[in-house]
């Protein structure tokens, strides 16, 4: 839909001893028990605290887009099957402003608003694809792994958790399990919450539906049909115009929380109800 103006072998045995190591049919990855999550891991930053916290994510196969067939939007159809065939660390929350204010701190970048809300442990909001980008790029530069946004099909992916429903709880919206414009929250279409003020989804990942949009690493498209099937981002040799992001937000109806929803826009926006979180490559340092 177009939107309205507003990273090592040690650690991947440990991963893949706790979490399937591939799937078969499509939608089959096992929804995983609290019991059977591998522990977080959190980088050290070369110029002193930590980056965000990441959960190893397991490779397998999935199938994204309109599962339930009632979507009018054509930017996700059609349901396509996506195989990850590498398992990546993903943010288990949204990005928040300490975290990109002590990016900004580094680099002498200015600090984006926090349209009164406060900062601290809210997601980072009022923040660019190129802002989003530059943030990967210094914690790759901190930690000597590789930091990148997540591509629209991990995000996917990582949002379903094993899932095939409209969210990932279920096809019902349930009452306040997520922030959105009717999703009976105390945030509902007033302003962004906390990071981890829901129930993490079975992949133990916070705010996969609604609180922020978030910024993904594809060049929009207006189907799947010439999507990568390995779940790499989408490029246009031609150049973007604009870009994906995921995941509705608390200024947003319900509808825009279902796993499937995708929006775009140019690299330069950026809103109140947008932000993002960082996926790292799982592979020996640099």
């Given at each position: 839909?177009?939107r309205?103006?507003?990273?090592?072998?040690?650690?991947?045995t440990s991963f893949?001893?706790s979490?399937?190591?591939?799937?078969?049919?499509?939608?089959?990855v096992?929804?995983?028990?609290?019991?059977?999550?591998?522990?977080p891991?959190?980088?050290s930053?070369?110029g002193?605290?930590?980056?965000?916290?990441?959960?190893?994510?397991?490779?397998?196969r999935?199938?994204?887009?309109?599962l339930q067939?009632?979507?009018?939007?054509?930017?996700?159809k059609?349901?396509?099957?996506v195989?990850?065939?590498?398992?990546?660390?993903?943010?288990?929350?949204?990005?928040?402003?300490?975290?990109?204010?002590a990016?900004?701190?580094?680099?002498?970048?200015?600090?984006?608003?926090?349209?009164?809300?406060?900062?601290g442990?809210?997601?980072?909001?009022?923040v660019?694809?190129?802002?989003?980008?530059?943030?990967?790029?210094?914690?790759?530069?901190?930690?000597g792994?590789?930091?990148?946004?997540?591509?629209?099909?991990?995000?996917?992916?990582?949002?379903?958790?094993?899932?095939?429903?409209?969210?990932?709880?279920?096809?019902?919206?349930?009452?306040?399990?997520?922030?959105?414009?009717?999703?009976?929250?105390?945030?509902?279409?007033?302003?962004?919450?906390?990071?981890?003020?829901?129930?993490?989804?079975?992949?133990?990942?916070?705010?996969?539906?609604?609180n922020?949009?978030e910024?993904?690493?594809?060049?929009?498209?207006?189907?799947?049909?010439?999507?990568?099937?390995?779940?790499?981002?989408?490029?246009?040799p031609?150049?973007?115009?604009?870009w994906?992001?995921?995941?509705?937000?608390?200024s947003?109806?319900?509808?825009?929380?279902?796993?499937?929803?995708?929006?775009?826009?140019?690299?330069t926006?950026?809103?109140?109800?947008?932000?993002?979180?960082?996926?790292?490559?799982?592979?020996?340092?640099?």
């Open positions: 839909m177009k309205m103006p507003l990273s090592t072998a040690l650690l991947l893949c001893s979490v399937p190591s591939s799937v078969e049919p499509p939608g089959d096992a929804p995983r028990s609290p019991s059977r999550l591998p522990e891991l959190r980088d930053l070369a002193g605290g930590l980056a965000p916290e990441l959960m190893a994510l397991p490779a397998g999935f199938m994204r887009g309109d067939g009632t979507s009018t939007d054509m930017d996700e059609p349901p396509t099957n195989t990850l065939s590498r398992a990546v660390a993903i943010g288990v929350y949204e990005v928040t402003f300490d975290e990109f204010d990016f900004c701190d580094a680099t002498g970048r200015a600090k984006p608003d926090d349209s009164g809300w406060g900062r442990r809210r997601p980072v909001v009022n660019t694809w190129n802002d989003a980008v530059a943030y990967t790029r210094w914690l790759s530069e901190q930690t792994r590789v930091y990148r946004l997540p591509t629209d099909a991990e995000w996917e992916y990582a949002a379903r958790a094993g899932t095939d429903t409209r969210f990932w709880w279920g096809d019902d919206l349930g009452v306040d399990l997520a922030n959105c414009a009717g999703c009976g929250s105390a945030w509902d279409g007033y302003e962004t919450a906390p990071v981890g003020s829901f129930q993490p989804n079975p992949f133990g990942l916070y705010d996969t539906a609604g922020v949009f910024w993904v690493a594809d060049c929009f498209a207006e189907t799947f049909a010439k999507a990568p099937a390995d779940g790499s981002a989408h490029e246009n031609a150049g973007c115009g604009q994906v992001y995921r995941g509705g937000s608390w947003f109806p319900p509808r825009e929380v279902r796993s499937a929803n995708r929006w775009r826009d140019f690299p926006g950026s809103s109140d109800d947008m932000g993002f979180r960082v996926v790292r490559e799982l592979e020996p340092k640099r």
